[in-house]
């Protein structure tokens, strides 16, 4: 028995050695492999932050030492954690990375590394618990791969140029506490977590995220919403105001037709009219006994929009009394289609009221504005808050932008002077416009096709918001976007827009922000400054002896930006090259337009480039 256990016990000390043999190769070559790789990180600083490095005479346990290196501990070189933020460091990711096999924390942010985020990271360092790369100009796509690293807490991505959708499969990291990705050009919906992540801050500027508790929500599809649905609200909505307006006009407490001093709305031009009794009393007639509710015409709009839980219905006798019966002395504006008004509702707060001038006429339009700015929600555009269909009244109600319009800011009027726009608020302005433009464009393919200074509303945080989508077209049309405009959009709605002719409008708003000066498209005809500034500043910006001082609005000179503001003009000459073809992507000026303000913070809420130290605060009455 004994001679017979002599050959396994001799194979199993032959198997003992063999495994301690191969355990002490693989442990020296670990060793030299996270030696070479330190060495290659070491190569990526310009600014000599790994000098101490010393590789001459390592001995074992001795990079443990190095900055920025973790190990277990001081005796063995097994690395578990690299933290090398803010060393300045240029190139590709490290991908020899991948030979600290037993890595738990890579912290790589505020470098000057590019290109893209291996897509195999959870394969090669599968025991990470954080990975920060923010601040960089990794591009590309999110990994999916990212997913499965279960045991990950730290995920921070934020400050690059990560393009795509972000991986559902994110939410189901079981350990993740820490995760944003904001200031990226992502789109697309967020991920829903099963643990507890706060995510306030951790989607901000980006250009097409949506879905969650602080974003908007996202699109849905055609037949998401039962059409039956739509026609309830829609049905109930008017059966409501009908019994609003009855109470209204014939109870004996109403003061509807004690009523004298009311005025007539203006219409079909912007020219005020007599403001007689007899007009007075004829809209307090139509506003009581013609309130015969479109019924259609409301599920339509319900309908349009795919937004039923966001958009109300407003009885026209309610914005009557909110606007003073549409007083000339509540006009914010006057434009083609219609009259906007200010109206002020019972607990204090405000709205804007835009009544089209013809129901029939200007139908496509009312439509396509439900269409769009009910359906589609982004922090850059106006928000549609409901409509008012009744007998003749078109009616729109938005959110009240208490800064009124970017052209009120910029030119003088009727010899009222400009207020003043410090170069900080204008460049804020230019950056917001052009990520609700990258939004339109990119996300839902939609281009504006009328815009100008007029048309963008800034809020109380001077934020800019996009109006006015009377003339908008898409550059592609979904199965649900076609049967909508088939069946209601008489006349047809056109596709195929072109959204060089919004990069176009938005270089004019960049040089009417630069110059304060109300600017006609360029034409070969005249190379005054007078006459077509845009064509005589982009022919000469670069070959010929244009005078900076005198393009600019002269209250930006001796501000301390002449350089920003020449790079900007740069920025706005790509946007209104002659050829369409020549003519940048948005989502490439957006970018460009954060590049210029590199280095500024945020203020005013996440979704605003702001420089501490270099804005004022500007209100006005």
Same mark, same amino acid.
């Given at each position: ?40 990180? +070491? ?7 790994f000098s101490s490095w010393d590789f001459e005479s390592i001995t074992e346990g001795e990079i443990c030492r190095f900055s920025g290196v973790e190990c277990w501990n001081y005796v063995e070189d097994t690395v578990i954690g690299l933290s090398l933020s803010n060393m300045g460091l240029k ?14 924390? $890579? ?5 000057e590394l590019f290109g893209y985020i291996p897509s195999d990271i959870s394969t090669k360092l599968p025991h990470l618990t954080l990975l920060d790369l923010s601040s960089n100009n990794f591009n590309g796509e999110i990994p999916k791969g990212i997913a499965k690293l279960s045991g990950l ?5 934020? %400050? ?11 939410? $189901? ?28 801050? /951790? ?75 007899? #007009? ?57 289609? %219609? ?105 839902? +393919? ?7 200074? #007029? ?11 996009? /109006?006015? &989508?009377? +003339? ?28 060089? +002719? ?13 110059? %304060? ?8 005809? /005249? ?10 500043? /982009? ?8 005078? &900076? ?62 420089p501490y130290g270099q804005i004022t605060c500007i209100c006005r009455n």
């Amino acid at each position: 028995m004994p001679s017979e256990m002599k050959p396994a016990t001799r194979n199993l000390d032959v198997l003992l050695t063999l495994w301690t043999f191969l355990r002490l190769f693989m442990a020296g070559y670990g060793a030299e492999s996270e030696i070479y790789c330190l060495q290659t990180i +070491k190569k990526l600083d310009p600014f000599g932050h790994f000098s101490s490095w010393d590789f001459e005479s390592i001995t074992e346990g001795e990079i443990c030492r190095f900055s920025g290196v973790e190990c277990w501990n001081y005796v063995e070189d097994t690395v578990i954690g690299l933290s090398l933020s803010n060393m300045g460091l240029k190139g590709q990711f490290p991908l020899c990375i991948e030979n600290f096999t037993w890595l738990q924390t $890579l912290n790589l942010s505020h470098n000057e590394l590019f290109g893209y985020i291996p897509s195999d990271i959870s394969t090669k360092l599968p025991h990470l618990t954080l990975l920060d790369l923010s601040s960089n100009n990794f591009n590309g796509e999110i990994p999916k791969g990212i997913a499965k690293l279960s045991g990950l807490i730290t995920l921070r991505l934020d %400050g690059n140029q990560l393009t795509g959708q972000i991986p559902q499969e994110l939410g $189901l990291l079981p350990r993740l506490g820490d995760f944003s990705v904001a200031n990226n050009l992502l789109e697309g919906p967020v991920p829903v977590f099963v643990s507890n992540v706060n995510v306030s801050l /951790s989607y901000a500027n980006n250009i097409g995220l949506c879905g969650g508790a602080l974003l908007e929500s996202c699109d849905e599809s055609l037949f998401g919403r039962s059409f039956w649905y739509s026609f309830i609200i829609g049905f109930v909505s008017s059966a409501t105001c009908v019994l609003v307006a009855f109470i209204y006009y014939y109870a004996p407490w109403t003061e509807f037709k004690k009523r004298s001093n009311a005025v007539h709305p203006l219409r079909n031009n912007q020219n005020h009219q007599k403001n007689t009794r007899q #007009e007075t009393l004829a809209l307090q007639e139509q506003a009581s006994k013609e309130v015969t509710p479109s019924l259609f015409l409301s599920v339509v709009a319900l309908y349009l929009s795919s937004n039923t839980d966001a958009l109300l219905f407003f009885c026209f006798v309610e914005l009557c009394k909110a606007t003073d019966y549409f007083s000339p002395d509540n006009v914010l504006g006057i434009g083609t289609t %219609g009259i906007m008004y200010k109206a002020k509702v019972p607990n204090n707060c405000f709205l804007a009221v835009k009544r089209l001038y013809d129901a029939e006429k200007y139908k496509r339009e009312f439509l396509l504005e439900t269409m769009i700015t009910g359906r589609h929600r982004h922090t850059n555009m106006v928000p549609l808050l409901g409509f008012c269909i009744e007998k003749n009244e078109r009616i729109l109600v938005y959110k009240y932008m208490s800064n009124g319009r970017l052209s009120d800011w910029l030119h003088s009027d009727e010899g009222h002077q400009a207020v003043k726009l410090e170069w900080p608020m204008r460049i804020h302005i230019a950056i917001g416009l052009s990520r609700g433009l990258s939004w339109l464009h990119k996300r839902c +393919k939609i281009v504006h096709l009328n815009l100008d200074s #007029e048309c963008v509303l800034l809020d109380q945080n001077f934020g800019p918001k996009i /109006s006015n &989508f009377g +003339k908008a077209k898409f550059l592609h049309q979904t199965v649900e976007d076609h049967v909508r405009i088939k069946l209601f959009l008489i006349g047809g709605l056109g596709v195929k827009g072109s959204a060089e +002719k919004d990069v176009y409008d938005f270089g004019m708003i960049l040089f009417e922000l630069i110059t %304060g000066k109300r600017l006609s498209p360029m034409t070969d005809s /005249s190379d005054s400054v007078n006459g077509h500034l845009v064509n005589y500043i /982009s022919n000469n910006l670069f070959t010929g002896p244009v005078d &900076f001082y005198d393009a600019i609005d002269q209250s930006l000179i001796g501000t301390g930006f002449d350089d920003k503001i020449h790079r900007l003009l740069e920025v706005a000459c790509d946007c209104v090259k002659a050829s369409s073809k020549q003519r940048p992507k948005m989502v490439d000026v957006h970018k460009s337009l954060r590049a210029l303000w590199e280095g500024y913070k945020p203020c005013f809420g996440s979704e605003n480039l702001i420089p501490y130290g270099q804005i004022t605060c500007i209100c006005r009455n």
